[in-house]
């Protein structure tokens, strides 16, 4: 029985098979289907009886949802499908905030990454297909003000590219051809700056 009380009871023709140290403490409990590989739950433990890692096999590979853990919160929550990373993965810091979500597909990076601070602030985010940069990446400052945004195809820049002030007016911009900068870069001061007009202060002709 593991120590966490988790029912591993096995399907019809499975058996649970466990491995301890030498002092008898459990540290895996493995579900093991008819002909000898992994099928069904997979749960590792620490010496003091904490879960490190849940996972779910079918014939032998990951397929499933899966979490690793750290002191008892989640650190990785993560899903399989026939052995390839597949859906959402989640990160979190030890005080169980999200840091990260990386969208996975057949074992690859498919969709929108997500990047954020502790208190939930977004600090980038960058479009994948196939394991590649394929669309915008946004980065932002830690106050959540936009500082940077790129375009990307097939992991080079492609597109405009565009650097901005803390105020949001651009600072610089530049255009990309497969990595190449065809355009720029051409640079803009910053219209916030001590001794700058401020918007609305230029919109009103003062």
Known sequence: MPMDGADTSPPAGHTVVEARDGDGRLLSCATIGPDGVPDGAFVAYAPDGAVLMRLVYKAGVPDGPSTIYRDGRPQTEMSYANGALDGAMRGYDPAGRLLTVVRWAAGRRNGLMECFTVDGTPLMTAEYKNDRLDGLVMEYRADGTLRRQASYKADLLDGETVEFHPGGQPAERTVYQSGV????????????????KGLLARLMGK
């Open 181 to 196: 900068a065809v355009e720029g870069p051409e640079r803009f001061d910053d219209p916030d700056a001590p001794g700058k």
